[in-house]
């Protein structure tokens, strides 16, 4: 291990002491106490203000983020996620607008171009904290009478299954890396190109209809990608070197349907898409 990588997990089991919100102590100390470089030490704690332990702050100092969050791949839905984590889940409903469905998003819900679409924009918060801006597109047909206080304060999948009696069973979804535009920006309350990850998911319901097709910005600041490997199996029985919820290829921007993705962890402290 090299001089940098044990002062940096030095640090980091410093940061692990600290609650969210406070200052490690001045890098001339920190070196002192450490008995390393100020330049070792400053190489280490790039690496953790870049991995989002820490957040440097001009003229002020260094200190301890909130912790990223650990989002599992499985269909759940963020509010039954948030809980889980002992966090209070939350949503606003910013806008509910009804739309011609139009070739692109009749071809990812499986429905005419001329149908209608229920679009919702939506802000996920966890402990009142703004986590994701979502854009969810519905079929009008599947959900009638639907209204924006229809998902305050509970789970669209809840909601599909009591009023509407329809149960998701299954779901693609695809993760790239993007920076943030001036609209999630400003709903999210984060600069303006800060680094964020792109989940973009169509669900199935029991029946095999197509039940929705959403676009989420998550905060890259809250949220760690990892994956689950697993050898997949041939016929034969032997291992095909494969991993279960492997990245899948950059999706076509073209609008080519998404496949696969790997799933976020977190730096845990005791603290992912709906």
């Known amino acids: 291990m090299s001089k940098q990588e044990e002062t940096r997990d030095r640090v980091l089991d410093l940061v692990e002491s600290l609650e969210v919100g406070q200052p490690i102590p001045a890098e001339r100390q920190l070196a002192t106490d450490l008995g390393v470089s100020r330049l070792t030490l400053r190489a280490a704690l790039d690496d953790l203000v870049r991995d989002g332990y820490l957040d440097r702050r001009h003229g002020s100092g260094t200190y301890v983020t909130e912790p990223k969050i650990a989002q599992p791949l499985t269909l759940t839905s963020f509010s039954d996620d948030m809980r889980?984590?002992?966090?209070?889940?939350?949503?606003?409903?910013?806008?509910?607008?009804?739309?011609?469905?139009?070739?692109?998003?009749?071809?990812?819900?499986?429905?005419?171009?001329?149908?209608?679409?229920?679009?919702?924009?939506?802000?996920?918060?966890?402990?009142?904290?703004?986590?994701?801006?979502?854009?969810?597109?519905?079929?009008?047909?599947?959900?009638?009478?639907?209204?924006?206080?229809?998902?305050?304060?509970?789970?669209?999948?809840?909601?599909?299954?009591?009023?509407?009696?329809?149960?998701?069973?299954?779901?693609?979804?695809?993760?790239?890396?993007?920076?943030?535009?001036?609209?999630?920006?400003e709903v999210l309350g984060v600069p303006l190109h800060t680094p964020a990850f792109l989940f973009e998911r169509t669900t199935v319901s029991e029946s095999g209809r197509i039940v929705e097709f959403v676009r989420s910005i998550y905060r890259g600041d809250r949220y760690r990608l990892v994956a689950d490997l697993v050898p997949q199996r041939s016929r034969n029985g032997r291992s095909a070197g494969a991993t279960r919820g492997s990245p899948a290829p950059a999706r076509d921007r073209r609008g080519d349907q998404p496949h696969g993705a790997p799933a976020p962890h977190s730096r845990n402290r005791g603290k992912s898409p709906r």
């Open 84 to 185: 889980r984590r002992g966090m209070t889940p939350g949503s606003r409903t910013l806008e509910l607008t009804s739309t011609l469905a139009g070739a692109r998003l009749a071809h990812r819900l499986g429905v005419s171009p001329e149908a209608r679409l229920f679009r919702v924009k939506r802000l996920r918060l966890a402990d009142s904290m703004p986590m994701a801006m979502e854009i969810l597109h519905v079929p009008e047909a599947l959900v009638p009478g639907l209204t924006r206080a229809d998902f305050e304060g509970r789970s669209f999948y809840e909601l599909l299954r009591e009023r509407y009696g329809i149960t998701v069973a299954s779901g693609t979804q695809s993760i790239e890396p993007t920076v943030t535009n001036e609209d999630e920006s």
